[in-house]
């Protein structure tokens, strides 16, 4: 494909964009197939910064505003190919699926009662078992990633798996990010968690906070957070272990996300076999999920 | 002053930087007095981007890399004064505290134990009462923002003032920003609750998704997401009311912020009069804050 492919791309219509990250994404055509470009503002380009303001690096500038110390400016920013002021992807062909999945979702709070997990959830996670989590099974089974372990406790009821991410570099920090898999097969997601999994929790807690500096000696324990979703991404349970500079945005926020200290505490609390199961969870659910179409969409409010 | 004064601006160092929003701040010295420069990429302009791509809007184009139908470009992007590549404020002369906010914050995991509690948050909780809150008071008086309230309930107990929080606009639903501050002064934070402040906790919820809707046809209840955080900035006892298209950050992350229906479902399972009082509680703390500072640095780990 020649570069003038993408001169060809005749705009439809904005899938969704973020102002506060430069992000955009819309779709269009190249020769009658659909085609979704996805565009982002380069991030200052840091050797050159120092230069920032001076006429060769920022040629035109203007004065918007003053109040007192403050002082507003707009101005333009030197760009050539090599140091380029946008980077895009292109897809194309584009399916159904790619649109889906670049468009502004719309949003719900779930109240979910023991109820509706038993009549809407349970139906949606048992659906989502089997061969849609036989990745996390080549990894617990040694046929898949195995030397990208980072710590293995084989315990059967209390042991785990912890590897990175495929998010993460495995080198810079501020986007550290390890998973933690547990060998039993029979939790999958915070809702089956009770008092008698305790033992499992800590272990993961207490391990990852020894394993991981020890691995990295730049990382101490106090700079880790540990957490589990609420829906999780796949149903076999899991802890997301991050650095602290991670910035993980909705990942990382209430009503998706939850501490493992937290979880720990609130089971320390309940009675002796008591756990989530007796309780209302309440999370934020995209409208574009299939627990929200085939499910919650359908619930009376 | 003239538009030369920031070309007079000498490099110093890079405060922080965030290369996902585009983001840097940079300190140096304009006339030998300290000048901080806070930068940001501009969004797409959304009225030009269905010319993404053409030679007009995009005069360069390089095509970096293909796979299947993922095309990866690299291109630069027409910029002039009036549509300028970069944002800026100058703060000139900087002080201390303005090179401090700016800086970047390194962050430590707290785990607060009912007796670490007692000895170092307490001391400090006590020094942050009196007149750093009199602004709360204020509101609560009717002599301050009278005019913002959204929603009054004057129960001593139970009752709360609801208003917008001064980061939002009052119009952009996707940074919809309201406050719950409660009318009894004696509950400073989350470590405060208990049972007896259910009846309190449900009236915030039950109002803001009744009363919220009301004012506000297009928000409905489960597009609001309730929250706490611990630690607060101000230890008058709050909720946050937010949108969820609003993407509240740090701000709205576990180790910082609780969902009000978890709270309220963690004291539900607790036998009456007990509460958060005796429970070891985890955070995130930065090292500039004067907990840190003060208190848990002091600390042995």
């Given amino acids: 494909m020649d570069l003038e492919t993408i001169r060809k791309f005749t705009f439809q219509r904005i899938l969704s964009e973020d102002p506060k990250n430069k992000f955009l994404a819309i779709l269009g055509e190249i020769q009658d197939q659909p085609a979704v470009i996805i565009a982002e503002k380069t991030a200052f380009d840091n050797p050159t910064v120092s230069e920032l303001f001076q006429p060769n690096l920022t040629p035109d500038v203007t004065l918007t505003e003053r109040n007192d110390v403050y002082h507003s400016y707009t101005a333009t920013i030197a760009q050539d190919i090599a140091k380029p002021g946008i980077k895009a992807t292109l897809i194309w062909p584009a399916t159904q699926t790619h649109i889906r999945k670049y468009s502004k979702q719309a949003r719900r709070m779930i109240r979910e009662t023991p109820e509706l997990y038993q009549q809407i ?125 991670y910035e993980g945005g909705d990942g990382m926020a209430v009503g998706r996300a939850w501490l493992l200290d937290d979880v720990i505490a609130q089971l320390e609390e309940m009675a002796e076999g008591r756990g989530f199961e007796g309780r209302t969870i309440t999370y934020v659910l995209g409208e574009e999920s299939g627990l929200w179409k085939e499910g919650f969409s359908n619930v009376k409010g």
Avoid: C
Avoid at 133 to 152: K, M, S
Avoid at 164 to 193: E, Q
Avoid at 199 to 222: C, F, G, H, Y
């Fill in 121 to 245: 959830t349970l139906p949606y996670i048992t659906s989502q078992l089997g061969p849609r989590i036989q990745w996390v099974y080549n990894i617990l089974n040694h046929t898949a990633e195995t030397d990208r372990i980072v710590y293995e406790d084989t315990d059967p009821n209390t042991g785990f798996i912890l590897l990175p991410d495929l998010k993460w570099d495995r080198v810079t920090l501020s986007s550290f990010y390890l998973m933690a898999l547990v060998n039993r097969r029979d939790l999958h997601s915070l809702h089956d968690l009770n008092t008698t999994h305790l033992p499992l929790l800590k272990n993961i807690r207490s391990s990852a906070l020894r394993e991981i500096p020890l691995q990295w000696p730049t990382v101490s324990p106090d700079q880790l957070r540990l957490y589990i979703h609420y829906q999780p991404s796949y149903y076999h349970f899991h802890v997301h272990v991050t650095h602290l500079e």
